[in-house]
């Protein structure tokens, strides 16, 4: 089971490709700062991925500069 999010230190990421996976996610998030948790919402059926995601960063300052640096 994985751990829970933590909504302070939370990116929520939108308008993900279906050949989106979590190590995309935490390569293009990780130089932002250390991650938690990594999460890209799948549809269980097909495998692909449904469009959106999570990373939950360990300092809140971290997911704010990426934030910053990413909504562009």
């Given amino acids: 089971m994985r751990p829970r ?3 302070k230190n939370s ?3 939108t308008n993900l ?3 989106t996976r979590e190590p995309d996610l935490l390569e293009l998030f990780g130089t932002f700062g ?3 948790r990594v999460h890209v919402a799948v549809d269980h059926r097909t495998g ?3 469009g ?3 990373v939950n960063f360990v300092n809140k300052e971290d997911a ?3 934030i910053h640096n990413l909504n562009r």
């Fill in 5 to 7: 999010r933590n909504e």
């Fill in 11 to 13: 990116v929520g990421v």
């Fill in 17 to 19: 490709s279906k050949d």
């Fill in 34 to 36: 250390a991650i938690s």
């Fill in 48 to 50: 692909i991925s449904r």
């Fill in 52 to 54: 959106f995601g999570f």
């Fill in 64 to 66: 704010e500069r990426a």
